[in-house]
């Protein structure tokens, strides 16, 4: 499975920027894909999940109120909507998935096989 994430940018703080993530083929319907992040320096985070055949969703505290992820269960392919983008939000952003993952590990970035290339995202002050 490849994956393809798309969308990144540079946007003012207060901004909006819509990330995409396309998975090349599905092994398994019960397939849920996830957005993390990684700022220099910094560990990779989580940012938000969605489990694509059912539409659960689950976020991290930090882009909770602010983002949304949505799925398209037939084109294998996730979203990130970000609003209200602040400096913090820097990062570059990678799309993740897994048929095997459980809820209670959802953000847990070494339990998903597969990765997409990232995508900077840049918030100017």
């Known amino acids: 499975v490849q994956l393809q994430a798309s969308g990144g940018g540079s946007v003012p703080t207060g901004g909006s920027l819509r990330l995409a993530c396309e998975a090349s083929?599905?092994?398994?319907?019960?397939?849920?894909m996830a957005w993390f992040r990684q700022a220099p320096g910094a560990e990779r985070e989580f940012v938000a999940a969605?489990?694509?055949?059912?539409?659960?969703?689950y976020y991290s505290d930090s882009v909770k109120g602010r983002f949304t992820v949505s799925g398209d269960n037939a084109k294998n392919s996730m979203y990130l909507q970000m609003n209200s983008l602040s400096p913090e939000d820097t990062a570059v952003y990678y799309c993740?998935?897994?048929?095997?993952?459980?809820?209670?590990?959802?953000?847990?970035?070494?339990?998903?096989?597969?990765w997409g290339q990232g995508t900077l995202v840049t918030v100017s002050s």
């Open positions: 993740a998935a897994s048929s095997t993952i459980i809820q209670s590990s959802i953000r847990i970035p070494s339990l998903y096989g597969y």
């Open positions: 083929e599905r092994t398994s319907w019960r397939l849920t």
């Open positions: 969605i489990k694509l055949n059912g539409g659960h969703t």
